[in-house]
Nanobody, 117 residues
Framework: QVQLAESGGGLVQPGGSLRLSCKWSGVIYGIYDMGWYRQAPGKQRELVATITSDGSTNYGDSVKGRFTISRDNTKNTVFLQMDSLKPEDTAVYYC???????????WGQGTQVTVSS
């Protein structure tokens, strides 16, 4: 029943910025983490960033210092501000909600981010 709606992807030049958003609907039990993962063609899915209910963040090494994750708990929404984008950031970005009890993950359908001059 839980659904995640992503938006904000698109085409941007190297050095540019994009802001992704993801809003979930349905029922989530207890506290939950939210995050962003990405997958480029021919590569495995990798962590971009996660954020806990109280705002603690974790970033993948390749995006640290360039991306910022945030959330608005009143709106069931997580954001990913992407600055100083590089061609290697090109991927499909997936929103994630991680419920702890019981342990369960929910995923968005993905949004394409393309960084190219």
């Amino acid at each position: 029943q839980v659904q995640l709606a992503e938006s904000g992807g698109g085409l941007v030049q190297p050095g540019g910025s994009l802001r992704l958003s993801c809003k979930w609907s349905g029922v989530i039990y207890g506290i939950y983490d939210m995050g962003w993962y990405r997958q480029a063609p021919g590569k495995q899915r990798e962590l971009v960033a996660t954020i806990t209910s109280d705002g603690s963040t974790n970033y993948g090494d390749s995006v640290k210092g360039r991306f910022t994750i945030s959330r608005d708990n009143t709106k069931n929404t997580v954001f990913l501000q992407m600055d100083s984008l590089k061609p290697e950031d090109t991927a499909v970005y997936y929103c994630n909600v991680h419920q702890f009890i019981p342990a369960r993950d929910y995923w968005g359908q993905g949004t394409q981010v393309t960084v190219s001059s």
